[in-house]
């Protein structure tokens, strides 16, 4: 079974750009979360959405949003980009009910800003 | 706040020397603990999920148990494929499942 994919793999952008990033949860996966992970830190929550709809949000500010289609897949947007959003973003999935829910993530897309 | 702090930050051990990795956490009404792999420049591999205290996995040369404050991943008779950040991270009770994940710690395994 395929796992999260994500695209691009890698993105060179400059400041001021704004950038698209794609994800597709595993097959039968409602959950789509997305996570900033600067180098030498742990993935930082940015959204999550559950059948389409934004159900938690992290600490960033508005130029990043993200949504949900009906085929479960995942955008996440980032405009007016600044130096320090460069960083490796990764895009999880998950079943969604009660309970723990594990995530299983993608291979990330390496945004670089210049 | 939900807040995981993971202890060393960079551990160096020889191949077959067993030894422990530390993940404190201080979260309101957990939900779920979890331990992830991640190879340098790669997505995080799901590797445990502990749910509640005195609970214990085991998966290979990997074992996580989980108290009421901390968990630990004891890594017996490692080998260099070993070598990766080990991740931990806290899943609070509420409507949505955001992970909160500690810095890792960075396991190197010379042969």
């Known amino acids: 079974d395929a796992g999260v994919t994500q695209s691009p793999t890698h993105l060179i952008k400059t400041r001021g750009q704004h950038v698209t990033l794609r994800c597709s949860p595993i097959?039968?996966?409602?959950?789509v979360s997305w996570y900033q992970q600067v180098l030498g830190q742990g993935p930082q929550f940015i959204f999550q959405?559950?059948?389409?709809?934004?159900?938690g949000r992290g600490n960033f500010p508005d130029r990043f949003s993200a949504r949900q289609f009906p085929n479960y897949s995942s955008e996440l947007n980032v405009n007016a980009l600044l130096l320090g959003d460069s960083a490796l973003y990764l895009c999880?999935?998950?079943?969604?009910?009660?309970?723990?829910?594990?995530?299983?993530f993608g291979p990330g897309t390496r945004l670089t800003v210049l | 706040e939900d807040q995981v702090t993971q202890s060393p930050e960079a551990l160096r051990l020889q191949e077959g020397e067993s030894s422990s990795l530390n993940c404190s956490y201080t979260?309101?009404?957990?939900?779920?603990l979890f331990w992830y792999r991640q190879d340098p420049g790669k997505g995080p591999e799901f590797l445990f999920t502990l749910y509640s205290a005195g609970e214990e996995k085991e998966k290979e040369r990997l074992k996580a148990t989980l108290t009421k404050k901390e968990s630990f991943l004891h890594i017996t008779a490692p080998k260099p494929e070993d070598s990766a950040t080990y991740l931990c991270a806290v899943q609070a009770g509420g409507s949505n499942y955001k992970l909160t994940f500690g810095k890792g710690t960075l396991l190197t395994v010379n042969p």
């Open positions: 097959s039968g996966h409602k959950s």
């Open positions: 959405y559950y059948e389409k709809e934004e159900r």
């Open positions: 999880a999935s998950s079943l969604a009910g009660l309970g723990p829910r594990e995530q299983f």
């Open positions: 979260v309101s009404g957990l939900r779920g």
